[in-house]
């Protein structure tokens, strides 16, 4: 088994934090106000930052060696997710999981 240090686990706990924040606003808040909230540029970018979180935390938790790659790209569509729900609007918790788990990868990515 490898070694899930502390700088680690709080990225694996960000990233699964912001899986499930994008993922249940998307289905929730989203889906019940339409409008801007369902346009397909923004809908798909949250359904993306769910998954790539959802897998970032998965590379880190089976040790593999490609979780920098995959943390760097998380961090990069994380922000873009926060820029956008923030353009958008009445999608506080979205923005600031999207922005802690961006600042989390970015560290693992270095």
């Known amino acids: ?7 680690m686990r709080a990225c694996i706990d ?6 499930g924040t994008c993922q249940s ?9 339409g409008g801007a909230h369902t346009e397909k540029r923004h809908f798909t970018l949250m359904m993306a930052c769910a ?6 935390a998965h590379f880190m938790l089976i040790g593999s060696e490609h979780h920098r790659h995959v943390c760097a790209e998380c961090a990069e569509i994380c922000s873009q997710c926060a820029d956008d729900c923030e353009r958008i609007g009445d999608m506080q918790a979205c ?5 802690t788990c961006a600042e989390h990868c970015r560290k693992m990515a270095a």
């Open 51 to 56: 998954e790539i979180c959802r897998t970032a």
């Open 95 to 99: 923005v600031e999981a999207c922005r």
């Open 14 to 19: 960000a990233c699964l934090h912001c899986y």
């Open 1 to 7: 088994m490898h070694h899930i240090d502390q700088n």
């Open 25 to 33: 606003t998307a289905m929730g808040h989203c889906l019940e106000l």
